[in-house]
């Protein structure tokens, strides 16, 4: 179990090098080596959607990955979508609609509303309903995440920020 | 001192109260900067794992841990009787519950494993990964016992008693007979009964239960970061087993995610956690993953009720009895107990209707099986779902609309102070203005005319209406008269710094649902500085008043009462220094937006920031008999009332596809009266979340056992939840009838979305399935169910 493999990758824009085991997931490579604790594990599954994440630009269980199947990716999480502003506009929303309580899902709520309202701003509710179905939420029972989510589609739409 | 302030406390210029404002504390949330429990490194840290019993009932003959002890990584395995030498064991009972009765349960077991998912014994590691390692390792030889798994016979002769010592498998039973039932059957006209089932579930919230428990033995001090709602309650406990002084305990809770009553609890596994950190002297990390948290959560519901209700042809209700059984785990849960649940069946069930026959007997047994305990709603979507099951049925039985029925029976609107057949007072309620309110925002005779018309095209919609009561802001009745050390109370300290900032630190604590965010409102509006300037503190023993917690929805009616209070006295101190340093009388003053104004004409007379400078570096200069105080303290407990009441109604808008038994949930109302709103967005958060959560269990979520006690279903695959595309949207307007026993005014706001939705959901169902002489009973309805009620499985 002790055999630690080099892990190379790009995390919010930055080149990271560690070794771990080879049984370590990407959640926990993300959680415990590079300390970004905005990734949120649920139930190491891939059901719950709390450790989403952006791997090669597309949006990841990073639970269900091993840190060492990731060698060599481009990786973005909460922090970096953060820092850079990509997700400032959901941010707001959410903050403004309450569309979060305990915040826990929150992370992976907003990575994987970003990446519908990249495909399609202009989502129903119905279809952001069927979007975020891989993303579990016990607090809000979801009306509030769909108001903040459609809401921040018409805004992009309008072209406003 | 007097407050001469014409003005109403929650009218206040630049009030807060009633706003939606967005909650000051969360932008981090959003960004992925909280700090959860599981985001906690200490120093030394170690992490245990358990080996947990695969059997529902068994002895332990012996257990191996030798090759466990050789993974590298491995610090330390106890079992049970190891660690019951560093922890005392405890009983799940309460004294007011009278008879109940349960096992005294260890943090690891000792002989005996009684559930699937018991611990055996503990793993300590450098990480948790290697205790896993280790956990696999461990061999435990069993004697199987018997398993105790069906309620329905628990008590019979034959079966096998899970703990000898206590003569039988009973628990905890209740009963009450109010007025006369037989004669109210007698004198019906219709007498309905039905059985109704609902399954076992349980709370799923997002961050598992999580602990670190950190005990430092040079001065004996045990500090806990726990995920909890009642830090103040765990304090007490893990002084009280660990043989500590209460005082040298600390515990903090930093965000949670999410709780439901899931956190409130003394789980076996978190105080072996405490026990090894003392034991190891070092702190000590256990996080359970989600299979664990599915055998090891507090589950809830599991009732079978076979109720019977009385009605004449006008619509009268003439009264009900009902028999509920349920049945929890191999001990009754720590220290809230497994009674509650069942007490609460009998305390609330027809509480809307003003019958005046009742006769209730509720019953809750032992099983081998995971404990269950308080979650959301405790009881009332049980009371609530019988009941409104039972009305609609007998709105059939003589074919009266069911909104005609209830607008018949529910308590009028001007018969308050009411005492409800649990002898219990309801201060204000508004059955009717809410049934008013709901059938106009629903267009309840438009659906029922489109329900016509979509019948004869063949599809099949239902609409079913749950009136409902809720208990919330607990007096000490519920827990403390019981001998618990539960607070009903609240404190929150408030202090003015010297830019006019405020600190409130308050014992009612946060878990997403804004206790922070409705403090700093109703601190920021009664000490009169605007929101921006107020920080709350909540979750640490050591730096909060004592308390509570935030549970039985009582946060905001008792944690909100006292941070009123104490704002209260802190704008009055603050008019008294600047009186002093204006030459003015204070009550010619008032503070607003930040600044002290006269309060006749709202003219800026002083900023706070130079009442702080003065009082905290120029002492010197105000008046040598006034010593100014920006510090204040202020508690509150309920004492009007034992309970104070809140009530509201639910509709839900179905339609069955009878093909497939699939339900298709259309559309959600609601209306709730919980006195005073601070933040109407968070009322309104809390019940579509309650009313999801509550349609989950009507739906979706069941811990399918075997008659061996084995859990079926124990991950997030498996075990369905609600997710976003199955769920409707929720429509909500309020009512208004806030409590005369606090200034305040606010009821509980938590738990009756799930305690209303349930019974709706049925109902709609069943309204659906009315042509096709189908019925649903047994929750949740799954598509299985719902085809077999109609015949075609």
């Known amino acids: 179990m002790s055999t630690l493999y080099p892990v190379t990758v790009t995390v919010n824009g930055s080149p990271v090098t560690r070794h771990v085991e080879a049984r370590l997931s990407l959640s926990d490579f993300l959680r415990q080596e590079l300390e970004l604790t905005g990734t949120h594990v649920g139930c190491e599954q891939g059901v719950c959607g709390a450790c989403t994440v952006r791997l090669d630009g597309r949006i990841t269980r990073s639970c269900l990955v091993f840190a060492v199947q990731a060698d060599g990716g481009e990786i973005e999480t909460v922090e970096g979508l953060s820092d850079n502003g990509e997700i400032d506009d959901l941010q707001t929303a959410f903050h403004e609609r309450n569309a979060l309580q305990c915040g826990y899902c929150t992370p992976g709520m907003l990575i994987t509303a970003n990446e519908l309202l990249k495909k399609n701003p202009s989502a129903s509710r119905a279809e952001i309903r069927e979007e975020l179905s891989g993303n579990y939420c016990r607090c809000t029972g979801y009306h509030a995440i769909v108001d903040a989510v459609e809401t921040t589609g018409r805004q992009r739409q309008g072209g406003a920020k | 001192m007097s407050d001469n302030s014409t003005l109403s406390e929650l009218d206040r210029p630049n009030s807060y109260i009633g706003r939606s404002v967005p909650r000051p504390n969360i932008r981090r949330l959003l960004e992925g900067r909280g700090t959860y429990t599981d985001d906690i490194v200490l120093p030394r840290m170690a992490h245990v794992a358990f080996h947990r019993s695969p059997h529902a009932h068994a002895m332990i003959k012996s257990i191996n841990s030798e090759a466990a002890a050789q993974v590298p990584g491995v610090i330390r395995i106890v079992t049970g009787r190891e660690l019951a030498e560093v922890m005392t064991p405890w009983v799940g009972v309460l004294s007011h519950l009278a008879g109940m009765k349960s096992a005294p349960q260890h943090a690891i077991a000792v002989n005996q494993v009684c559930w699937q998912g018991e611990a055996v014994a503990a793993v300590v590691a450098e990480n948790r990964a290697v205790a896993e390692d280790g956990v696999e390792l461990i061999e435990v030889e069993y004697d199987e016992l018997p398993v105790v798994a069906d309620m329905e016979t628990a008590l019979d002769e034959g079966t096998h008693v899970i703990h000898p010592e206590l003569g039988d498998n009973l628990i905890f039973q209740r009963e009450l007979d109010v007025g006369d039932v037989d004669a109210a059957f007698a004198e ?238 309801y201060e204000k309620l508004s059955h009717h203005q809410c049934l008013d309110k709901l059938l106009e925002m629903m267009d309840y005779d438009g659906l029922r005319q489109e329900q016509a018309e979509l019948r004869e095209k063949g599809v099949y919609r239902g609409i079913g209406l749950a009136s409902m009561i809720e208990v919330t802001n607990p007096s000490p009745m519920f827990y403390g008269a019981g001998g618990a050390f539960i607070s009903a109370q609240d404190g929150v ?164 596809d009878t093909d497939t038994g699939f339900v298709k949930l259309l559309k959600c109302w609601v209306v709730e009266d919980c006195g005073t709103v601070i933040n109407p967005q968070l009322v309104d958060g809390q019940i579509r979340g309650g009313v999801i959560q509550g349609v989950g269990g009507a739906m979706l979520e069941h811990c399918i056992y075997d008659d061996n006690g084995q859990l079926q279903n124990a991950n997030m695959a498996d075990y369905m939840v609600p997710m976003a595309v199955e769920m409707p949207d929720i ?63």
């Open chain 2, 493 to 656: 300290t408030v202090r003015m710094d010297h830019n006019g900032g405020v600190t409130a630190s308050t014992s009612i604590t946060e878990q997403g649902q804004g206790a922070d965010a409705i403090t700093a409102q109703i601190v920021a509006s009664s000490v009169g500085v605007d929101i921006e300037k107020v920080r709350v503190v909540s979750g640490d023993t050591e730096v909060t008043p004592y308390g509570g917690g935030t549970w039985a929805s009582r946060a905001t009616g008792i944690g909100g009462e006292a941070a009123l209070r104490a704002g209260k006295q802190l704008r009055q101190n603050i008019k008294v220094i600047a009186g002093a340093m204006l030459q003015a009388e204070p009550d010619t003053l008032d503070v607003q937006g930040g600044t002290v104004v006269d309060i006749d004409t709202g003219k800026e007379r002083l900023a706070l920031s130079e009442v702080g400078r003065v009082v905290y570096f120029r002492g010197d200069t105000l008046p040598k008999d006034l010593q100014p105080e920006l510090v204040v303290s202020r508690h509150y407990v309920p004492k009007e009332f034992p309970f104070t009441f809140t009530n509201g109604i639910q509709a839900f808008h179905v339609e069955v």
């Open chain 2, 731 to 793: 429509e909500i307007a309020h009512c208004s009838s806030p409590t005369k026993d606090s200034e305040l005014g606010a009821k509980g706001a938590g738990e009756a979305g799930t305690c209303g939705a349930p019974g709706a959901v049925m109902n709609a169902i069943n309204d659906a399935l009315s042509p096709l002489s189908a019925k649903v009973n047994n929750m949740p309805f799954t598509p299985e169910k719902v085809l077999k009620a109609l015949g075609k499985v």
């Open chain 2, 188 to 425: 019906a006209d219709e007498v309905v009964e039905e059985t109704y089932r609902f399954g076992r579930h349980t709370g799923v919230t997002t961050e598992p239960r999580i602990i670190i428990a950190d005990y430092e033995p040079a001065e004996d001090n045990l500090t806990v970061y726990l995920s909890s709602q009642a830090p103040h309650m765990m304090k007490n406990l893990y002084a009280k087993h660990l043989d500590m002084e209460e005082d040298k305990v600390r515990v903090i809770c930093k965000d949670v995610g999410g709780s439901f009553g899931i956190k409130v609890h003394t789980y076996a596994d978190e105080m072996a956690t405490v026990a090894l950190s003392k034991l190891l002297k070092r702190p000590v990390k256990f996080l359970a993953d989600r299979l664990e948290s599915f055998v090891t959560d507090i589950h809830a519901r599991d009732h079978r009720v076979k109720i019977r209700l009385g009605i004449k042809k006008d619509g009268t209700i003439t009264g009900m009895e009902f028999d509920d059984l349920t049945g929890v785990g191999p001990y009754s849960m720590y220290p809230r107990t497994s009674g509650i649940e069942a007490n609460q069946v009998v305390v609330l069930t027809g509480g809307p209707y003003t019958f005046k026959n009742y006769r209730a007997k509720a019953t809750v047994v032992a099983l081998n099986l995971n404990l269950m305990c308080q979650y959301r709603a405790v009881g009332h979507p049980i009371a609530c779902a019988i009941a409104e099951g039972i009305v609609d049925d007998a709105a059939r039985a003589i074919g009266m609309d069911p909104a005609e029925v209830r607008r018949k029976n529910l308590i009028p609107d001007d018969a308050y102070p009411y005492i409800a057949n649990s002898g219990l007072t």
